[in-house]
């Protein structure tokens, strides 16, 4: 079946230490995305991709960056963590309909 | 700019209570509104959608109306049970500007009791 993974699931890292989240999609869909999940703020944009090579800042993109060189594949790294990027983050894609598949989420602790 | 607002939680009910969970939304274009469930220590799911107004989406026992002159997609059941306790999240995405990420609520979490 196909579906979207992450890993890894948790992660706990150092300020300032570089830390790269994976996401993997099975679905051949052209549209990825970033989101971070923080109580009180439900789920906020991170960085999209409409395609191969294609990649956009979300609302809450600064830190953060994203590379997309095949289709399956969007990893997101935080260049230099810091603790206000503790959360938890999940992976979404789609088709051209709009509705998302979401991945399981990884729980970053950044200490 | 487009934005998604949600009734706070928690809300506590009782099996077989009717559920019902506020969603208003502002947008700029003419959005498509979905509701999402996340159980705990999992990913959101698609609960059900909407395309344009009028349209009822439902699954599950849970439907909701998209309502152009309110702004509204409030999420209902008729019959709410332990198993649908979780975090209810709203939200839209906006075709008419291209943009197909989705704006969300904050989440609304629901306690069913038996």
């Known amino acids: 079946d196909a579906e979207i993974t992450q890993s890894p699931r948790h992660k706990i890292t150092e300020t300032g230490r570089q830390v790269t989240l994976a996401c993997h999609q099975t679905?051949?869909?052209?549209?990825m995305f970033w989101y971070r999940q923080d109580l009180g703020h439900g789920l906020r944009l991170i960085h999209y991709s409409y395609g191969v090579q294609d990649t956009n800042k979300g609302e809450v993109s600064d830190g953060y960056s994203v590379s997309r060189s095949n289709t399956e594949d969007l990893p997101l790294t935080l260049e230099s963590a810091a603790s206000s990027q503790t959360s938890v983050y999940f992976c979404a894609s789609s088709r051209d309909n709009y509705e998302q598949y979401f991945g399981p989420g990884t729980r970053l602790t950044v200490t | 700019g487009n934005s998604v607002t949600q009734m706070e939680g928690p809300v506590t009910l009782s099996e077989e209570a009717f559920l019902t969970i506020n969603c208003t939304y502002t947008?700029?274009?003419?959005?498509?509104l979905f509701w999402y469930v996340q159980y705990p220590g999992e990913g959101l799911q698609l609960l059900l959608k909407?395309?344009?107004?009028?349209d009822k989406g439902s699954n599950k026992g849970f439907e909701a109306t998209y309502r152009k002159e309110t702004t509204s997609f409030h999420l209902e059941k008729g019959s709410v049970q332990v198993s649908d306790s979780a975090v209810y999240f709203c939200?839209?995405?906006?075709?008419?500007?291209?943009?197909?990420?989705?704006?969300f609520g904050s989440g609304t979490r629901l306690q069913v009791q038996p």
């Open positions: 679905w051949n869909h052209n549209n």
């Open positions: 947008a700029t274009g003419y959005p498509s």
């Open positions: 939200a839209l995405s906006d075709r008419d500007t291209g943009r197909r990420a989705l704006t």
């Open positions: 909407a395309t344009k107004a009028d």
